[in-house]
């Protein structure tokens, strides 16, 4: 199985910055696309940002330009860098990875998701 281990949420006011990371274990063969996605209390489930395996990104107009997303292929892992943080971007944010195991069909792996909460 495919484990996804979210760590780098937490508090900070406006303007500052977070880097999530998102490290996948398991008998990865292969992964495709990896992205972020984020929930606010009473909100739907939105996409944050993803990259390819190819290294193609795409935002969110709301997070462009704030937050990069990157991904060390050679680790499973994927990241977020996030600046200029805002109020609205207080949300849970789950990491997910498009991802092949030995074997397996491609399947949408899920992080835990981690708080991110940004003071006025």
């Known amino acids: 199985q495919v484990q996804l281990v979210e760590s780098g949420g937490g508090l900070v006011q406006a303007g500052g910055s977070l880097r999530l990371s998102c490290a996948a274990s398991g008998s990865i063969f292969s992964t495709n696309v990896m992205g972020w996605f984020r929930q606010a209390p009473g909100k739907q489930r939105e996409l944050v940002a993803t990259e390819s395996s190819g290294g193609s990104t795409n935002y969110d107009t709301s997070v462009k330009g704030r937050f990069t997303i990157s991904r060390d292929n050679a680790k499973n892992t994927v990241y977020l860098q996030m600046n200029g943080l805002k109020p609205e971007d207080t949300a849970v944010y789950y990491c997910?990875?498009?991802?092949?195991?030995?074997?397996?069909?491609?399947?949408?792996?899920w992080g835990q998701g981690t708080q991110v909460t940004v003071s006025s």
């Open positions: 997910n990875i498009n991802a092949r195991l030995v074997g397996r069909p491609w399947y949408d792996y």
